[in-house]
């Protein structure tokens, strides 16, 4: 009796052995033949889906994955073909999932249902050794079977890829060498439907290390796509596809690589020969960069070499440069909630509650503005100068003016833009006596009305009781005796027999009287006017509330403001 136990036993261990049992490089390779006349690989695509056995093929596929060693599945020769077949399995199955007629196939059973999991599994047995070999055998094989123009499929396979870990930065590098080939043999109608299978899979989840050399090329192929001349050649047709995955990398990328690209972008958006129309064109896309990109609270030597960089160009005297420049500065001030509150130069009221968020006193901030205050100061009074004749200039300026009140809210910044605004008006003054001006009328109207929407942006930020009493006089006056010198802006102003331009001092603001406000405000610490609270409407929730607040720090207390 104990003989048949013994024999019972050891014939189940031999069962299970046999069934985990490696088979030899000849046995693969033989496995990997039947594989090749299941699947029919060596028909033709447009007959193949009927001779494919589709079950067959699975079992013989799931054979050699379990039983075939990861040093010999990546040393015998038909790796490859193995590889292809799992394709052609792979394209049935997402074919038969998205041609579906009803809704309810969706949830019966696929004929290829286990294509997907027995293609990953293969992968897996051939990276990161072979990483490169497989994304070429799976972009020829694409090329080979004319998927490309079937974006889903497409798209569907290469997202199975990219789920293997397999490292993004080389299949982006990869594709975009084919667009660069199909553009070669003016293939453009191929390059449009790779490029739209490009941006469809820049997902988070899988593009987080790419290297900056393999975002270059597609950037290039972008800056020449935004260059528009006389002639518009095959890549000007594929400039809105580069600009989508350009974004859709951005979205993905660490801060590092961001700023390693703003300062790639920088140059080729300013430094090179662009008409002003090829020039926003390829900005905007450095805006949305520099949107995604906020002050850190300890700047790096790189995000201030490209405010260095930015502060030169808006004092160009070339109107464009120096408009896109201060979006772009005040883009990266930015955090992502305060950009749209200052459109356009608005009285702010000590009393009234707005949807701004400020953001908390950070020294490091405070000293790397107080380093680079003359060139700050220097760039936005030329930029007025030079530029401001047009309203739309004239509220860029003033965006970047708030921003640094906004997102920098201590003393010195404070002081330093009241000093900046003294001295604009100084010159509008003097300008203006001696009939020297190029300004007219209604601009210099427009320009002192920003001057004291910014200065009511400060007591607003601060509450100063002392500064606040005196920029509400000087708000009064204006009020009463020339209206056209506060907000809002017009094109055209209509003057009353009472009102007064010029000849009155009072109107305008004293430099004493503010340094006495903003001494009292800043070194003698008197009592701040309460900050508004935020008002509830009837029909429930709060103003703004329909916008993203995550991570904001709303304006309902006092932050430390440091001088």
């Given at each position: 009796m104990a003989t048949v136990k013994v024999a019972a036993a050891s014939s189940v261990i031999q069962f299970f052995t046999r069934s985990t049992r490696k088979h030899s490089d000849s046995r693969a390779r033989y496995k990997a033949q039947q594989l090749k006349q299941s699947t029919?690989?060596?028909?033709?695509?447009?007959?193949?889906?009927?001779?494919?056995?589709?079950?067959?093929?699975?079992?013989?596929l799931r054979h050699i994955i379990k039983h075939t060693e990861r040093e010999i599945l990546q040393y015998i020769p038909e790796k490859q073909m193995i590889l292809e077949c799992s394709l052609v399995?792979?394209?049935?199955?997402?074919?038969?999932?998205?041609?579906?007629?009803n809704f309810f196939d969706?949830?019966?059973?696929?004929?290829?249902?286990?294509?997907?999991k027995c293609f990953q599994s293969l992968i897996y047995l051939l990276i990161p050794e072979m990483q490169e070999m497989v994304i070429d055998t799976i972009l020829n094989f694409l090329q080979r079977e004319n998927l490309w123009k079937v974006e889903f499929i497409c798209v569907e396979?290469?997202?199975?890829?990219?789920?293997?870990?397999?490292?993004?930065?080389?299949?982006?590098?990869?594709?975009?060498?084919?667009?660069?080939?199909?553009?070669?043999?003016?293939?453009?109608?191929?390059?449009?439907?790779?490029?739209?299978?490009?941006?469809?899979?820049?997902?988070?989840?899988?593009?987080?290390?790419?290297?900056?050399?393999?975002?270059?090329?597609?950037?290039?192929?972008?800056?020449?796509?935004?260059?528009?001349?006389e002639s518009k050649n095959q890549i000007y047709e594929l400039r809105r596809g580069f600009e989508i995955c350009l974004r859709n990398l951005i979205r993905v990328i660490k801060t590092d690589q961001l700023i390693n690209l703003l300062i790639t972008m920088l140059p080729l958006t300013?430094?090179?020969?662009?008409?002003?129309?090829?020039?926003?064109?390829?900005?905007?896309?450095?805006?949305?960069?520099a949107s995604t990109l906020a002050l850190s609270e300890n700047p790096s030597p790189e995000e201030i070499l490209i405010q260095e960089y930015l502060l030169a160009y808006i004092q160009s005297n070339t109107a464009s440069k120096s408009i896109l420049a201060s979006r772009i500065f005040a883009k990266i001030l930015d955090r992502g909630c305060n950009f749209l509150q200052f459109n356009t130069p608005k009285i702010f009221h000590e009393g009234t509650y707005y949807d701004i968020d400020i953001n908390r006193y950070n020294p490091a901030q405070r000293q790397m503005f107080e380093t680079h205050r003359r060139e700050f100061e220097n760039a936005l009074s030329n930029a007025i100068e030079y530029h401001s004749q047009r309203r739309t200039n004239l509220e860029v300026f003033y965006n970047v003016i708030c921003m640094?009140?906004?997102?920098?809210?201590?003393?010195?910044?404070?002081?330093?833009?009241?000093?900046?605004?003294?001295?604009?008006?100084?010159?509008?003054?003097?300008?203006?006596?001696?009939?020297?001006?190029?300004?007219?009328?209604?601009?210099?109207?427009?320009?002192?009305?920003?001057?004291?929407?910014?200065?009511?942006?400060?007591?607003?930020?601060?509450?100063?009781?002392?500064?606040?009493?005196?920029?509400?006089?000087?708000?009064?006056?204006?009020?009463?005796?020339?209206?056209?010198?506060?907000?809002?802006?017009?094109?055209?102003y209509e003057y009353a027999q009472h009102h007064v331009t010029w000849n009155e001092t009072t109107l305008f603001f004293d430099a004493l009287e503010l340094r006495y406000g903003l001494w009292k405000c800043f070194r003698i610490n008197e009592t701040k006017i309460p900050a508004p609270q935020m008002v509830y409407s009837r029909l429930g929730g709060a103003p703004g509330s329909g916008r993203k607040s995550k991570g904001r720090r709303r304006n309902t207390g006092f932050y430390r403001i440091g001088l």
């Open positions: 029919a690989i060596f028909l033709d695509a447009t007959i193949r889906s009927t001779n494919i056995q589709g079950q067959k093929s699975l079992k013989i399995l792979v394209q049935a199955y997402v074919a038969h999932l998205k041609l579906s007629r969706r949830f019966r059973r696929q004929p290829f249902a286990s294509a997907k396979i290469l997202t199975m890829v990219l789920e293997c870990k397999s490292p993004a930065s080389l299949l982006l590098y990869k594709i975009v060498n084919y667009v660069e080939t199909l553009l070669a043999r003016n293939d453009v109608l191929q390059a449009r439907h790779t490029v739209v299978v490009l941006q469809n899979i820049i997902q988070p989840q899988y593009w987080d290390e790419i290297k900056h050399s393999d975002m270059s090329k597609l950037l290039r192929f972008y800056h020449s796509s935004a260059i528009i001349g300013f430094d090179t020969i662009l008409s002003d129309e090829a020039m926003l064109e390829f900005g905007t896309t450095v805006e949305f960069a640094i009140l906004v997102e920098i809210p201590c003393g010195y910044t404070a002081c330093a833009v009241v000093c900046l605004l003294l001295g604009i008006q100084r010159r509008l003054l003097d300008t203006s006596n001696g009939n020297n001006s190029h300004y007219n009328q209604q601009q210099m109207n427009c320009i002192h009305a920003t001057c004291i929407s910014i200065m009511t942006l400060i007591n607003w930020i601060h509450r100063g009781s002392s500064l606040t009493d005196y920029v509400n006089t000087v708000l009064n006056r204006r009020f009463d005796h020339a209206p056209q010198l506060n907000p809002p802006l017009k094109e055209i």
